[in-house]
Structure formats: structure tokens, C-alpha cells
């Protein structure tokens, strides 16, 4: 375990699904992100909160909405969502937006179908 | 914005090869920067770090990298990989404000 925990690990959803993927971090860090994880592409930043409160939202399409109710738990709730979404979805954290690394979950694997 | 530039995207070698992969970075700045990596089916997980100091970082599994500040480059090394060296690798750079990763190189090493 590295600290951060995702669930599920795995998801399929259809289309019209309302789901949400649960990320908790136990390090005590004051930022957490979402990053999306394409195969042959670049990780792509989705969504930055620090002191639990959103400071990047990087272009992403409103089927994705991210929840930061506190410093140690992060959500990202998915509603009619494309098959193209289907990806790994990584959550991280960090201490002060990173300056010293972040930390990895082991993410939640999804399929829209 | 910064970039960060890894030239490999898959690289296949025998076991006991020695390896380099290559990253550059854009920015011209102060930085911090990481090698991560991501073993089969597994999490993104720190390989190596370079804060300052000497440029000749050490990490974890006998990888190192080296701190070139005229090249904007920051390459892993092993001198000899095993099998289980298999996996994706990641770069990554930060200037404070954000983190910017590489496209990632697959490595895959025959036994």
C-alpha cells in the first residue's frame, strides 16, 4: 500500500451509469489530484484541490465532477460518460502542490461500454 | 507551460544490458525532478529524485540518474537490468506550481 487508496480497482459502467470512483489518501498531505491514464498517451491532469479547495480544472468535460469534502478524501463522480473515458483514473497527493513528489494510488481501471 | 520530453517509447533488452533513457525538460528555472515507475498492473511509484546537490542521483534497485542542467536533462540509468525491470517509466518534472510528466518509456526486458 502506498498510503493513497483507491475503489474500486475496477469498474464498467454504461453510458447512462452514475458512479463514482473513491480516492483516500493517509500522509497527512494538503493536496490531492485526479489524473487520467490513457494507453499511449500522456497522464493527463484532470483535477487539482489543495486545502480542499479546487485549483486546477484542466479542460475537463462536466460528465466528470470532482468532490473534495476534507483533506484526506477525494471523489470523482462519472455520469453519462463515453466510451472514449474508458482509462485508468489515478488519484494522488502531495505536501504544498508537490515540491517534494507525489504519491501514487493504484488506481481505478474503467470501461464505459 | 513546461514539457517534458522522453525519446524512448518502447525499449527491449536482454537481461544484463545496460540502460539509459533519456528525458529533457523545458524549463528554464529552478526544479525538482523525478523518475517514477509502474510496474505491470501496479501504482506509480517513485524510482528516484533530484533536488540539488549533486547531480548524480542514486534510487531505488540499483537505477540512478544524472542532473544535466546545461542539457535540460535528467536520464535514467542501470547498468545491468533484469527481467524485472519490466515497466513503464515515467519523468516527471516540477517548477512548485505543477507537476509535468514525459509520455512514458516501456521498458520490456527478455530473459
Known amino acids: 500500500e502506498t498510503g493513497v487508496t483507491q475503489t474500486p480497482r475496477h469498474l464498467v459502467m454504461g453510458m447512462t451509469n452514475k458512479k463514482s470512483l473513491k480516492c483516500e489518501q493517509h500522509?497527512?498531505?494538503?493536496?490531492m489530484y485526479w489524473y487520467k491514464q490513457s494507453a499511449k498517451k500522456p497522464l493527463e491532469l484532470m483535477f487539482v484541490?489543495?486545502?480542499?479547495?479546487?485549483?486546477e480544472n484542466n479542460s475537463v468535460p462536466s460528465r466528470f465532477s470532482p468532490e473534495c469534502p476534507n483533506s484526506s478524501h477525494l471523489f470523482l463522480h462519472l455520469h453519462t460518460l463515453q466510451p472514449e473515458d474508458s482509462a485508468l483514473y489515478l488519484c494522488a497527493s502531495s505536501q504544498d502542490m508537490g515540491w517534494d513528489g507525489y504519491t501514487f494510488g493504484s488506481g481505478t481501471r474503467l470501461t464505459v461500454v | 507551460a513546461q514539457s517534458v520530453s522522453q525519446h524512448n517509447h518502447h525499449v527491449i533488452l536482454s537481461e544484463a544490458a545496460s540502460l539509459e533513457l533519456g528525458c529533457n525538460y523545458s524549463y528554464g528555472g529552478t526544479v525538482n525532478l523525478f523518475w517514477y515507475v509502474q510496474y505491470p498492473g501496479q501504482h506509480l511509484q517513485l524510482l528516484l529524485k533530484y533536488f540539488s546537490g549533486d547531480p548524480l542521483v542514486k534510487g531505488i534497485k540499483g537505477f540512478e540518474a544524472e542532473f544535466i542542467k546545461s542539457k535540460f536533462s535528467f536520464n535514467l540509468r542501470k547498468p545491468s537490468v533484469q527481467w524485472s525491470d519490466t515497466a513503464e517509466y515515467f519523468c516527471a518534472v516540477t517548477d512548485g506550481n505543477q507537476f509535468y510528466f514525459g509520455t512514458g518509456t516501456s521498458l520490456t526486458v527478455i530473459p
Open positions: 500522509l497527512g498531505h494538503n493536496a
Open positions: 484541490y489543495s486545502l480542499e479547495e479546487r485549483v
